[in-house]
């Protein structure tokens, strides 16, 4: 595996985001993440509601300010781009967003929509918008008669497949794709990312996939990044697979709480019951610490770092030797 | 039979959307709709909730719950009949909480919006009992928090906690989980049976999660193209019988196949 990994494309090192919050309190988000993603290949990120995972990708977009950190792509630190190359970044970089309904613009039609960026970059003519709008649309298995539509009469899905077209329509080098494809029913998203797939092939495009289907992160990418509490647990790549050799007890309290379609009657589902605490004060420990069941003294006094346990593979545990 | 869908057309404007559909469900049981995206899903449980959006309409056949033909409310009476007798809970329930107000303050006002006729101080002890039935720990401090500062799974508690306040009998979810972690999805979706099993409402929810879907039901029904295509027990997952179900079925990733990329 080690003699084809292709190049790094972006390397978020040490990023920190901390949201200041009512009453003067701080939110720590993002807690000194470092991760790679590397040409033509997806870099998945899973983790509990909250964890941090938008607000990361968030941050490296610019949507807003990192607390510190760097975000290198293409040999220079975009986290510190203004203005018109920030703007010809922006281009490279897409964002399919996890909430399609808020990203639009209500008084937009379809065909507007999808071509916008296309428009705004000067790629095409206005002339061109009603034939490139429909090339879009039937990309992405949506009827071509819905280009004068407007978003709000469309159902979640189609939105969602919307935004998926939008981000692609500029042939970024890197697609942040933030839960793109939870709206849809599961025949139409294996052709989405059966598309995506084919595109990345063909042009060598690098996904950073959010997503909570742990099953479709499993066939979609080539690493995977495990989150919990703003801090990454456990990275998997080097061809192995989260299934079988993820070794953080929180992937494996994720692994486990995945509801199958053949379940027995009578089976039961064990998810952890307790909450997560909270962003507002850190654990100084291991951050799974109050809901790990393997958890002793010195995870509760000492944050484990990430170990490289397998070539492109890192665990941050104490159990994990 | 609590609610008794038949031959349901629904339009949006002069297009018909949705035709033919039929559904029948008692108190205590959970229905699962499944299906392709656009199929009209959505559709059919905002129609019998009344609250088509835009230009959409009923157009042909007939919804009857608790024996009551609903196509012949008044606006009136489907104001009585919503949040009391039936009642619904979103994708992101965090969404529908206005972000700058504490929850206690949403909640209580939500109530009173409900049952005028409720002081403050009941409307605030119904907010606490019901928080703490759908087991969200401290409800006090919940009460008093930011949406923001809530999980994904507690904000979709406090949906529950709200959409379950009056004791409905029908409670209608439209893809709960799809936005939450799987933990926290399995925990949304035990607190919904639980929710069932003590107080014997009757659900209809929404979902791609054909494993949820499997998990929870006693009735599922699969839709494609404005119609239902399969409907039974668990056998419409186990021994499916239409193209498309088989279709759906054989689309869903399990952890551990073969990856997109090698295919
Ligand atoms: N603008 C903001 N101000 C304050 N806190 C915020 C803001 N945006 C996010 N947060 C908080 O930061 C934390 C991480 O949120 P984020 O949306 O990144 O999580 P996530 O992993 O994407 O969750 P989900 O899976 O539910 O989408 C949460 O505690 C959230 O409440
Ligand atoms: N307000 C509206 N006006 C006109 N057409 C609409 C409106 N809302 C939805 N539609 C159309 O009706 C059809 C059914 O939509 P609906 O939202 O019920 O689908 P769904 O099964 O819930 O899909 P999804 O799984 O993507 O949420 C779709 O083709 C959609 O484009
Ligand atoms: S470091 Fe300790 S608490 Fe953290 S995951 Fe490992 S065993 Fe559990
Ligand atoms: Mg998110
Ligand atoms: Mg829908």
Known sequence: MTANQPPVVLEIKNLTKKFAVDGGRVLTACDNISLKAYAGQTLGIIGESGCGKSTLVRTVLQIHPATSGEVIFEGQDILKLRGEAARQNRRKIQMVFQDPAAAFNPKMKVKEIVTEPLLNFGLIKKSEVDARAAELLQMVELPVEFMDRYPHNMSGGQRQRLGIARALSLEPKIVVCDEATSALDVSVQEKICELLVRLQKEKGITYLFICHDIGLVDLMCHQVAVMYLGNVVEYIGGGRRISTEGMHPYTKVLLKAVFKVDFKPGERIEPLESEV??????????????????CTDICRQQKPQLKEVAHGHLVACHLVK | MLLEVKDLNISYGDKLTVSGVDLELNTGEIMSIVGESGSGKTTVIRAIMGCLPGRGHVSGGSIIFEGRDMLKNTPKEWRQLCGREMSMIFQDSGNMINPIRRIGEQFVNYIRTHAPEKTKAKAVEMAKDMLNKVRLPNPESIMQSYPFELSGGMRQRVGIAMAMVFRPKLLLADEPTSALDVTTQAQII??????????????????????????????????????????????????????????????????????????
Not at chain 1, 282 to 289: H, K, N, R, S, V
């Open chain 1, 277 to 294: 605490p909270s962003p507002l004060d850190l654990p100084q420990g291991c951050p799974f610490a109050s809901r790990c069941e393997f």
């Open chain 2, 190 to 263: 035990r607190q919904i049976v639980d929710i069932r099993n003590e107080f014997g409402v009757a659900v209809i929810l929404v979902t791609h999660n054909l494993g949820v879907a499997s998990y929870v039901s006693n009735k599922l029904v699969v839709m494609k193209n404005g119609r239902v295509v399969e409907s039974g027990k668990r056998e419409v997952i186990s021994d499916p019988q239409d193209a498309y179900t088989k279709e759906l079925l054989a689309a869903v990733p399990v952890v551990g196949e073969v990856k997109y990329y090698d295919r």
